[in-house]
């Protein structure tokens, strides 16, 4: 079989599936600040995501203010302290972990969905969570182009989106999806954290990976 006249050269397919392969999620930044035109560019790559129907549902809030940066650390750190309750057993060992950066990152954006209802049913009219898909789909874009840069993404998800959404003055068809720290770092982990602090093992995709349908031995 011969490969596809648009395939890539070979260095730039193995820039593509490196940046995928090294791709972490961030909690420790350095102090120094990200080049405006560096943000621009992540942002942009983030923006270029396919989106359900062209519908682009995603808003990203840029927080400049110290104190919506403090804010938004105390609401992650409520829902830290309740997720911890949650885990029972783990508890502990869940708050030795560190899950974010806020404080500390040098950009700090917020990604939020804005719901399209019934004003957009193009790939949506049976599966209504394809606008969370395409906003998912944005963040992993910047994520790639971030870690291309150099620059380091953690996605805090411990928060209540209620509050959030007060905080920030969201309309009532928005919600907050991601809390995404951004900046520079001393160095990006050889393996996913979760899997270095021994918080999970990742399964291998022979075991995700079915043919014809769901086989019995795996419902």
């Known amino acids: 079989m011969s490969d596809s006249p648009h395939r890539y050269d070979e260095a ?11 791709r972490r999620d961030v909690r420790s930044f350095l102090p120094t600040p990200v080049a405006p035109e560096t943000l621009a560019r992540i942002l942009q790559c983030a923006h270029a995501a396919p989106s359900v129907g062209l519908s682009q549902p995603w808003r990203f809030l840029h927080i400049t203010r110290l104190d919506l940066r403090q804010k938004i650390h105390a609401l ?38 804005v719901q399209g209802g019934t004003r957009e049913i193009f790939g ?32 805090v998800s411990l928060f209540d989106p209620q509050a959030l959404a007060e905080l920030l003055h969201f309309p009532p068809d928005a919600r907050p999806i991601a809390v995404l720290c951004v900046g520079n770092v001393a160095e990006f982990d050889p393996a996913p954290r979760l899997l270095l602090d021994r918080w999970r093992q990742p399964r291998a995709l022979e075991e995700l990976l079915f043919e014809n349908g769901w086989p019995e031995q795996a419902r």
């Not at 730039?12 to 090294?22: K, L, T």
Request: hydrophobic letters at 50%.
């Open 76 to 113: 992650v750190q409520q829902e830290r302290l309740r997720t911890a309750d949650a885990l029972g057993h783990r508890r502990e060992e869940f708050l030795r972990l560190k899950v974010e950066g806020i404080l500390e990152c040098a950009e700090l954006l917020v990604v939020a969905l």
């Open 124 to 155: 949506r009219r049976t599966l209504a969570e394809m606008d969370l898909a395409s906003v998912a789909c944005a963040i992993q874009n910047l994520w790639l182009a971030a870690r291309a840069e150099g620059v380091g993404v953690g996605w």
């Open 12 to 22: 730039a397919r193995a820039a593509v599936y490196r940046v995928i392969r090294e």
